[in-house]
């Protein structure tokens, strides 16, 4: 049986791990670790990091003058590649009104209201891979699911996209919408988070879904819907009221505590935009703004900060411009859609890279971008970091799995696992539950393996995982 786990919580997917019938040893014998050999594995060590060398930004571009775009910033360099999709596909462009990107599994998602609606590029050299003018309805938001899964999301609900297949299958059950109306029941933020997927839903709350049966579980009821990100620690928050925001357990869906704001962050649902709301991967902290639709450089614009560990919350300096910011995952600073960066605490100016207008040998007016999300580069793969686990006879261990795994790009508990024992072997008894490995020894010495799969910004990496049980 395969124990598949995001965040910290069990989640059960189909599929048969594939182990042979002397995965473990019992009372004598050798495998592939040696019988009893009293070899003691060390963790690997945190690897070193590989720095990133740009960041992106989409952009929605002037409607009705030109198709939506990308700029890529090299702040070392102090560079800008205006249009660089463009650039990399000669005769080829985003669609209209480019809403939404992500960077997942090697490809960057580029979602647009309008056709092409959805285009996928290469995320290092931004050449397209393929692209969807129809989708069943304008584009809006995207979500990596696991590495064959991505979710979409249109006009008329939730699509499933089939990563390993490059096509599209259904809609998630109980997301579709009755009316196709453009501006009745469309979907805002979306993440993954615990036992579930969330995603915002207009006018009626937070959509609970099953990820592994692609189906809507339950709602959460709240009379904002809209904004959502996960933070450090893998809880979920949610925009609740006007000027309230919910951090909600990702595994109950139990509200575990109710924080009063000026103004909570919010969906643009007229004109779509993604929420401002967002979280630091270094810090427990989380981001919004609170202009008009939560649009940074509207009216009453300021973005804020919480500090969760410290229960600490304020107002930063120095965030603007149109669209939404987000935070860098290596070096924790704010990128604003304005093309600066930063301090995340004290809202410093880190880059005074920007946007310019009236460029030269460029075919374009630069004032008119109007820029929509960041988003950054994925150069760390997830690890596991964990060689060996050494139990007695008869001694119950519990161990947080995600101390054992590590992507520089992410968080631990963001990080999917996917543990895989061999169900032949009796030598422990084990079960999985909110991100903790349960593993109890029996009365016989002997060695054991299981296979420890993660998956990360949909990239996968799997080690095998050596167990003993000795004196």
């Known amino acids: 049986m395969r124990k598949s786990l995001y965040a910290s919580v069990i989640l059960f997917v189909l599929g048969i791990g594939a182990c042979s019938d002397d995965d473990d040893?019992?009372?004598?014998?050798?495998?592939?670790?040696?019988?009893?050999?009293?070899?003691?594995?060390?963790?690997?060590?945190?690897?070193?990091?590989i720095p990133h060398q740009s960041y992106f930004i989409a952009n929605e571009d002037w409607f009705g003058h030109e198709m939506g775009s990308c700029n890529r910033f090299y702040p070392e360099k102090d560079t800008i590649v205006y249009r660089c999709f463009r650039k990399a596909n000669p005769g080829k462009t985003l669609g209209v009104t480019t809403q939404f990107a992500m960077n997942w599994g090697g490809y960057i998602y580029f979602?647009?209201?309008?056709?092409?609606?959805?285009?996928i590029a290469d995320a290092e050299t931004l050449e397209e891979k393929i692209s969807f003018n129809v989708i069943d309805g304008d584009g809006r938001g995207c979500l990596g699911v696991d590495v064959k899964t991505v979710y979409v999301a249109t006009t008329n609900g939730i699509r499933i996209f089939r990563v390993n297949k490059w096509a599209f299958g259904g809609f998630v059950k109980g997301t579709s919408s009755a009316t196709g109306d453009l501006y009745e029941g469309q979907i805002g933020d979306m993440v993954r988070a615990g036992d579930y997927v969330f995603a915002a839903l207009q006018g009626k709350g937070v959509l609970v879904i099953d990820p592994v049966a692609h189906e809507v579980k339950k709602v959460i009821?709240?009379?904002?819907?809209?904004?959502?990100?996960?933070?450090k620690e893998g809880y979920l928050w949610t925009s609740a009221k006007e000027k309230e925001l919910w951090r909600i357990d990702p595994y109950t869906c139990e509200i575990v505590k109710q924080l009063k704001v000026?103004?909570?962050?919010?969906?643009?649902?007229?004109?779509?935009?993604?929420?401002?709301?967002?979280?630091?991967?270094?810090?427990n902290v989380i981001y919004w703004n609170i202009g008009t639709a939560g649009i940074a450089g509207s009216t009453g614009n300021q973005e804020y900060r919480y500090d969760i560990d410290k229960d600490e919350m304020g107002p930063i300096n120095g965030v603007s411009g149109y669209g939404v910011s987000r935070v860098e995952t290596?070096?924790?600073?704010?990128?604003?859609?304005?093309?600066?960066?930063?301090?995340?605490?004290?809202?410093?100016?880190?880059?005074?890279?920007?946007?310019?207008?009236?460029?030269?040998?460029?075919?374009?007016?630069?004032?008119?971008?109007?820029?929509s999300i960041p988003f950054f580069e994925d150069t760390n793969e997830p690890h596991v970091l964990v060689n060996q686990i050494i139990l007695k006879p008869?001694?119950?261990?519990?161990?947080c799995l995600s101390d054992q795994v590590y992507d520089a790009d992410n968080t631990s508990v963001s990080i999917l696992k996917d543990l895989i024992f061999n169900e032949?072997?009796?030598?422990?008894?084990?079960?999985?539950?909110?991100?903790?490995?349960?593993?109890?020894?029996?009365?016989?010495?002997?060695?054991?393996?299981?296979?420890?799969?993660?998956?990360?910004n949909g990239r996968e990496n799997e080690k095998s995982v050596r167990v003993d049980v000795r004196e």
């Open 221 to 231: 009821e709240v009379e904002m819907p809209g904004a959502l990100c996960v933070d």
């Open 25 to 49: 040893v019992q009372g004598g014998g050798d495998d592939e670790y040696g019988y009893d050999d009293g070899a003691v594995l060390a963790d690997d060590a945190i690897p070193q990091t």
């Open 424 to 456: 032949k072997q009796k030598l422990v008894t084990y079960r999985v539950e909110r991100d903790t490995l349960y593993l109890k020894a029996g009365s016989v010495p002997g060695s054991t393996k299981f296979i420890f799969n993660v998956c990360s």
């Open 330 to 371: 290596l070096i924790d600073v704010i990128v604003n859609c304005g093309g600066g960066a930063y301090d995340g605490t004290t809202g410093e100016q880190v880059s005074s890279m920007k946007i310019l207008g009236g460029l030269t040998n460029e075919n374009a007016s630069y004032a008119y971008f109007f820029p």
């Open 262 to 283: 000026a103004k909570a962050p919010s969906v643009g649902w007229g004109a779509w935009r993604p929420s401002s709301l967002c979280a630091s991967t270094q810090k």
């Open 394 to 399: 008869g001694e119950e261990k519990k161990i």
């Open 111 to 119: 979602m647009s209201k309008q056709a092409p609606r959805l285009v």
